[in-house]
């Protein structure tokens, strides 16, 4: 069984920082991707940045120069360093890895349980 539990979420105001973080547990072979999504109130799911195994990182237009993404592999946890944030970033952010278990070793898709950022004016 594989689980990933989320922290760091807050309230903040505009221009302020915050650090999410997000750990997996569990019979754990390999991780391959992480990332963090997330969906404010009344719109889709959007993704919003990814770091491979490798340490390769992409973000979405929006966050990029204000939003670093890392990952510590030894903790199997991944990182969000939110810097400068706008009331636009508030959201309930969901942490995502690819996951092979020991047991299958078939890379499955996990989320986090989402923790909320609120950015206030």
């Known amino acids: 069984q594989v689980q990933l539990a989320e922290s760091g979420g807050g309230l903040v105001q505009a221009g302020g920082s915050l650090r999410l973080s997000c750990a997996a547990s569990?019979?754990?072979?390999?991780?391959?991707?992480m990332g963090w999504y997330r969906q404010a109130p009344g719109k889709q799911r959007e993704w919003v940045a990814l770091?491979?195994?490798?340490?390769?990182?992409n973000y979405v237009d929006s966050v990029k120069g204000r939003f670093t993404i890392s990952r510590d592999n030894a903790k199997n946890t991944v990182y969000l360093q939110m810097n400068s944030l706008k009331p636009e970033d508030t959201a309930v952010y969901y942490c995502?890895?690819?996951?092979?278990?020991?047991?299958?070793?078939?890379?499955?898709?996990?989320w986090g349980q989402g923790t909320q950022v609120t950015v206030s004016t």
């Open positions: 995502q890895m690819t996951i092979a278990g020991v047991s299958t070793r078939v890379p499955w898709n996990y």
């Open positions: 569990g019979s754990i072979a390999s991780i391959d991707l």
């Open positions: 770091i491979t195994s490798g340490g390769r990182t």
